[in-house]
């Protein structure tokens, strides 16, 4: 699947050296934790994230989405002194049917 998943723009950039490694940080926790998540690629952009993601069933899926929004949370907030909301809204989620795709 490809997820996205937008942050509240008090977070700022993500690609900042200290934002990016919360991040890594969020995603090593959540994949060894939640069985049958895997994130197979990641690309950080300014606001978002792209997330190329395996996951058993859409269980799977909304538990390790879930995890890593509380992982990210956490990390950022932290990171920044801040508490409150980080993630925008829901995440996005599209089946890749194809290699190509």
């Known amino acids: 699947m ?5 942050v509240v723009p008090e977070i700022g950039r ?3 050296r200290k934002a990016y490694q919360a ?4 995603l090593a926790v959540v994949c060894k934790r939640v069985e049958s998540f895997r994130v197979v690629h ?5 606001n978002h ?3 190329i993601v395996e ?3 859409r269980t799977t899926l909304s538990r390790g989405m879930q995890g890593l929004g509380i992982r990210l949370a956490r990390g950022l907030n932290k990171l920044m002194g801040r508490a409150g909301k980080v993630l925008a809204d829901r995440y ?3 089946i890749l ?3 190509s795709e």
């Open 2 to 6: 490809h997820v996205t998943q937008r």
């Open 14 to 16: 993500l690609r900042k």
């Open 23 to 26: 991040v890594r940080w969020a």
């Open 42 to 46: 990641i690309s950080i952009q300014h």
């Open 49 to 51: 994230l792209h997330l």
């Open 55 to 57: 996951a058993k069933d």
């Open 92 to 94: 996005h989620a599209h």
């Open 97 to 99: 049917r194809t290699p």
